[in-house]
């Protein structure tokens, strides 16, 4: 299979090796950048309501549901080149592991992050006593502390606790982002012509 090398000097653009990826209509295409901006979006707005868990959590889960979008968009396109490059690179292991809290998201409506208290602590000399808390930041459980009655695909398990589980949601959102610039650089995909006008869709 081929493999996705990217450039050195920034890893988020990218190329194939010993492969020629296909020609994209122009709508699939449009719809691809659309759905990378949507993702940008709700990784931006987890970012800035970090101090908000359920606006955060709730920016995040829509984050993870154009991630897995896209990733069924350029497994159609791609095929098997496209599934052997991301389950072999490290930002495409995320989103492969999205797949199962997707499913929990869409089939179970049940909550997938955590955030809040951290343990109190006393501050050092000169302010003896002086209480302090640190709010920890929000982060997306690991598989067997979210409610999966209905799990279909238990086999992801392993994969997700390898690369979402328990780390915090805004890093895992930019790997995703991370990785879809690489893939579309490497499918020679041109940005959107784009309008002033934001009530125009392109």
């Known amino acids: 299979m081929s493999a996705l090398l ?4 920034n ?8 492969y020629s990826p296909p020609t994209f209509h122009p709508e699939v295409q449009g719809g691809v950048h659309a759905a990378r ?40 396109q791609l095929g098997a080149v496209y599934n052997s490059a ?17 499913h929990r998201h869409a089939h179970e409506m049940v909550s997938t992050a955590t955030a809040g ?7 050092p000399h000169p302010e003896p006593g002086a209480l302090f808390y640190i709010s920890p ?4 459980k690991r598989s067997g502390e979210v409610h999966s009655e209905h799990d279909r695909q238990p086999k992801l398990r392993p994969l997700y606790d390898a690369h979402v589980g ?4 805004g890093s895992t959102l930019e790997s995703a982002w ?12 041109e940005g959107p012509s784009t309008s002033e006008d934001p009530s125009v869709l392109t």
């Open 178 to 189: 991370t990785w879809f610039d690489r893939v579309i650089s490497a499918c020679g995909l």
């Open 137 to 140: 930041s929000i982060r997306w």
């Open 37 to 76: 901006e949507a993702l940008r979006n709700a990784w931006s707005r987890s970012s800035r309501d970090r101090m908000d868990a359920r606006a955060c959590w709730a920016a995040a889960v829509e984050g993870v549901w154009w991630t897995m979008a896209l990733d069924d968009v350029f497994e159609t």
């Open 117 to 123: 208290p951290a343990r109190n602590f006393f501050g």
């Open 11 to 18: 890893p988020r653009f990218a190329k194939w090796q010993d």
């Open 86 to 102: 991301r389950d072999a690179d490290r930002y495409g292991q995320v989103v492969g592991a999205f797949r199962w809290i997707r």
């Open 6 to 9: 990217s450039d050195p000097d």
């Open 166 to 169: 328990g780390r915090p949601i």
